[in-house]
Structure formats: structure tokens, C-alpha cells
């Protein structure tokens, strides 16, 4: 067999796995140069001179500068601020966020700009109720176009440029593009603004993203959210009725802590301003302190739930569940809080309190720094 021959078999067997994608696109990449090396196509020098050559670390540095603007808290905070900027205008938040993406595309390419604006468009779909495909797809339409702005916008801008220097030819300026990148924007936004919204087909997942809902089971292991949690169904003679979530306490029965309000319809978070009959009481404690709960209040007992049911409980489309460390110099440091406390008109509920890696239990507790 001729090298030609086996470089496209190679090429081929190499998109199939790509499409197939049950490997990781980083081992397929480099199996495949390995596998030149092994027939004999490269020699070794060749197999790795491509992980040294200059557009290879600028793309790797792309990457790393979105990942250190999601984790260092930029693209939520940048979120926030586009809802709040924007207010209830839907038109305001999707000028912004392509304007966003428009910006970040010619700054940091358009790879890093759409890892680093994909966060941030899925934190504005669940704040406003808009189909997350009505910001995805114009985020990528508007990064596309934002790639003839700069230099910088695209990997092939990099590689002309580096070819032509390698070329002893003049190089591109940084925004020698713009004659062509302009008006692609211009007409892409005029596009996105007239018919592209109405030709947005409306999508959401049916399911969670794997990695997220494995984080809610980490996260109810590790503060011991199922231990001692038991489901109390709320009767129809139940003073619970009619009240507000926020206005539910138990206060008056030591070591319980109320996890979650559930629709006795749905199975899910309850959203509803005020509890009904049927609807569910997630509950942590002792069993006869829970026993005194249903009786004077007129509560059921239903079969407890284990670790995955109370995950899906906690973390599904009507409800987040989030760990968060109070930073020195916090406003929270010293206030009062206990597991079940409510916040925001019962928007927010305590579930648990960690210091030093250790549950600090029902009782009310000053937050300190560094308490989880």
C-alpha cells in the first residue's frame, strides 16, 4: 500500500472516530500521530514538532484564558450584569450578549470566546425563561462573523500571518481584517434582528448535563443531606396550608432541618406563592421529633429517599443546588444561619452548615470565613 493510500485511510478512520465520538478528541489527535509514526509515514522529530510550533500554544493560551474567566467567577458576574443592565427588555439582553461575543471574539478568538460566553448565555436563558437556542445559535452566528475583525479573531488568521512571515512577506496588520469583518457583523446582528429570531427553533434539554447532576450527588454525600431524611406528606387540616414557603419554620422542633418543599403534583420544587394539600415536606432529623412534627402539624410520612432521588430533588430545572465558601471580609461573616433557614422571600434555603470539614448541626451558627 502507497503512503498516499495510507494517509487517507488514516484521515478516514480518524473522522469516523471523531463522529463516532466515543474518545476524547485530544487521544484521537494523538493516536493519529502516532500511528504516522508507527507506519512510517513521520519520523519522530516530525510526530512532535507540532505541540512547539507558536499557534498551537497561542490557541492552548486561548483556552486557558477562558477557563480562567469562568472559574475566577468573570462570566457569572458578567451574566448578572447583563440581566440587570438589561432589564426586562428580551431585545437589550440579545443586543448584549452578541455584542459580548462580538468583543471576546476579536480579543481572544473565537474558540475562547464562545467557551467563555456559553456559560454566561446558559445563566441568562435560566434568569429569563428564554430558549436557551435563542441564545446559542446567534452566539455562534455573531462569533463567526466577529472573526474578521482582528488578527486574533481566528486560528487561520494566526496561520496566514505566521506563513507570511515565515514567507519573508509583509504581515497583516492587527486590524487589517476590519474592511471585511465590519460589515459581516453589521449584516449578521441586521440578520439575528429581523428574521433570525423567528426562525430560532425553540429547543431545551430534556435532561441534565451528566457532569452537573453527578456534582448534586457529590455534593448531598458529602453534607450528609440524606442521613436521617424522611418525605411528610401536608393534609388538607394542615396549618401548613395557605403559608407562604418563607413562612415555614421549624424552629420549634430541635434538630429537624426542612431540605425541600415539593409540588404534590409534579414531584418537583414547589414554585407556588403558598404550600397545599399534597405537596411535600423534605425533612432531616430525629424520628421522634419528626413523629411530634406530623402530629401536631397534621403531616403524613412517606418512603425516604436515597442520595440519587434527593439529587434530582435538589438539582433539576426548577431548582439549583450551589456550595459556597464565605471569603474573608464577607458582609455574611457573623450573621446567623441554620440549616433550613430561609432567604429572599424563600427563594434560598440553608441545607447545611460546614466548618473545618465538619456539619455544625441544626442549631442557629455565626457564619465565619472560610465556613462552607
Given at each position: 500500500m502507497?503512503?498516499?493510500a495510507?494517509?487517507?485511510?488514516?484521515?478516514?478512520?480518524?473522522?469516523?472516530?471523531?463522529?463516532w465520538?466515543?474518545?476524547?478528541?485530544?487521544?484521537?489527535?494523538?493516536?493519529?500521530?502516532?500511528a504516522?509514526?508507527?507506519?512510517?509515514?513521520?519520523?519522530?522529530n516530525?510526530?512532535?514538532?507540532?505541540?512547539?510550533?507558536?499557534v498551537?500554544?497561542?490557541?492552548?493560551?486561548?483556552?486557558?484564558?477562558?477557563?480562567?474567566?469562568?472559574?475566577?467567577g468573570?462570566?457569572?458576574?458578567?451574566g448578572?450584569?447583563?440581566?440587570?443592565?438589561?432589564?426586562?427588555?428580551?431585545?437589550?439582553?440579545?443586543?448584549?450578549?452578541?455584542?459580548?461575543?462580538?468583543?471576546?471574539?476579536?480579543?481572544?478568538?473565537?474558540?475562547?470566546a464562545?467557551?467563555?460566553?456559553?456559560p454566561?448565555?446558559?445563566?441568562?436563558?435560566?434568569?429569563?425563561?428564554m430558549?436557551?437556542s435563542h441564545l446559542?445559535?446567534?452566539?455562534a452566528?455573531?462569533?463567526?462573523?466577529?472573526?474578521?475583525?482582528t488578527?486574533?479573531?481566528?486560528?487561520?488568521n494566526?496561520?496566514?500571518?505566521i506563513?507570511?512571515?515565515?514567507?519573508?512577506?509583509?504581515?497583516?496588520?492587527?486590524?487589517?481584517?476590519?474592511?471585511l469583518?465590519?460589515?459581516?457583523?453589521a449584516?449578521?446582528?441586521?440578520?439575528?434582528?429581523?428574521?433570525g429570531?423567528?426562525?430560532?427553533?425553540?429547543?431545551?434539554?430534556?435532561?441534565?448535563?451528566?457532569n452537573?447532576?453527578?456534582?448534586?450527588r457529590?455534593?448531598?454525600?458529602?453534607?450528609?443531606?440524606?442521613?436521617?431524611l424522611?418525605?411528610?406528606?401536608?393534609r388538607?387540616s394542615?396549618?401548613?396550608?395557605?403559608?407562604?414557603?418563607?413562612?415555614?419554620?421549624?424552629?420549634?422542633?430541635?434538630?429537624?432541618?426542612l431540605?425541600?418543599?415539593?409540588?404534590?403534583?409534579k414531584?418537583?420544587?414547589?414554585?407556588?406563592?403558598?404550600?397545599?394539600a399534597?405537596?411535600?415536606?423534605?425533612?432531616?432529623?430525629?424520628?421522634?421529633?419528626?413523629g411530634?412534627?406530623?402530629?401536631?402539624q397534621h403531616?403524613?410520612?412517606?418512603?425516604?429517599?436515597?442520595?440519587?432521588?434527593?439529587?434530582?430533588?435538589?438539582?433539576?430545572?426548577?431548582?439549583?443546588l450551589?456550595?459556597?465558601?464565605?471569603?474573608?471580609?464577607?458582609?455574611?461573616?457573623?450573621?446567623a444561619?441554620?440549616?433550613?433557614?430561609?432567604?429572599?422571600?424563600?427563594?434560598?434555603?440553608?441545607l447545611?452548615?460546614q466548618?473545618?470539614?465538619?456539619?455544625?448541626g441544626?442549631?442557629?451558627?455565626?457564619?465565619?470565613?472560610?465556613?462552607?
Amino acid at each position: 500500500m502507497s503512503d498516499i493510500a495510507i494517509v487517507l485511510t488514516l484521515v478516514l478512520v480518524i473522522l469516523g472516530l471523531f463522529v463516532w465520538n466515543r474518545f476524547p478528541p485530544v487521544l484521537v489527535a494523538v493516536g493519529a500521530s502516532l500511528a504516522l509514526f508507527y507506519l512510517g509515514i513521520i519520523d519522530g522529530n516530525q510526530a512532535v514538532s507540532g505541540f512547539g510550533i507558536p499557534v498551537v500554544i497561542f490557541i492552548a493560551s486561548l483556552f486557558v484564558i477562558a477557563a480562567g474567566l469562568e472559574l475566577t467567577g468573570v462570566t457569572a458576574w458578567a451574566g448578572q450584569w447583563l440581566i440587570s443592565r438589561a432589564g426586562d427588555s428580551q431585545v437589550k439582553l440579545y443586543l448584549s450578549l452578541l455584542a459580548l461575543v462580538v468583543i471576546l471574539t476579536a480579543i481572544v478568538s473565537l474558540n475562547g470566546a464562545v467557551a467563555a460566553v456559553m456559560p454566561i448565555a446558559v445563566i441568562v436563558a435560566v434568569r429569563t425563561g428564554m430558549p436557551i437556542s435563542h441564545l446559542l445559535i446567534p452566539v455562534a452566528f455573531a462569533g463567526h462573523s466577529a472573526t474578521m475583525l482582528t488578527l486574533l479573531g481566528s486560528n487561520p488568521n494566526v496561520l496566514v500571518n505566521i506563513a507570511a512571515q515565515d514567507a519573508k512577506l509583509r504581515q497583516f496588520g492587527f486590524f487589517e481584517y476590519a474592511w471585511l469583518g465590519v460589515p459581516m457583523v453589521a449584516g449578521t446582528a441586521l440578520i439575528l434582528l429581523t428574521v433570525g429570531r423567528r426562525l430560532l427553533p425553540v429547543r431545551t434539554s430534556d435532561s441534565l448535563p451528566a457532569n452537573f447532576s453527578e456534582h448534586a450527588r457529590t455534593l448531598v454525600e458529602h453534607y450528609r443531606l440524606e442521613e436521617g431524611l424522611h418525605r411528610l406528606r401536608v393534609r388538607s387540616s394542615s396549618a401548613f396550608v395557605g403559608q407562604a414557603p418563607s413562612a415555614i419554620s421549624l424552629q420549634d422542633y430541635p434538630g429537624l432541618t426542612l431540605i425541600a418543599m415539593l409540588d404534590g403534583a409534579k414531584g418537583e420544587a414547589l414554585t407556588r406563592a403558598s404550600l397545599a394539600a399534597g405537596d411535600t415536606l423534605l425533612v432531616r432529623g430525629d424520628l421522634q421529633m419528626l413523629g411530634r412534627l406530623a402530629s401536631e402539624q397534621h403531616l403524613a410520612f412517606r418512603s425516604e429517599e436515597g442520595p440519587n432521588q434527593v439529587a434530582q430533588t435538589l438539582f433539576n430545572r426548577n431548582s439549583g443546588l450551589a456550595e459556597v465558601v464565605i471569603p474573608p471580609r464577607s458582609k455574611l461573616i457573623g450573621t446567623a444561619v441554620f440549616p433550613g433557614m430561609t432567604v429572599r422571600e424563600g427563594d434560598l434555603m440553608v441545607l447545611a452548615v460546614q466548618r473545618a470539614g465538619e456539619n455544625l448541626g441544626a442549631q442557629p451558627t455565626a457564619l465565619n470565613a472560610g465556613d462552607h
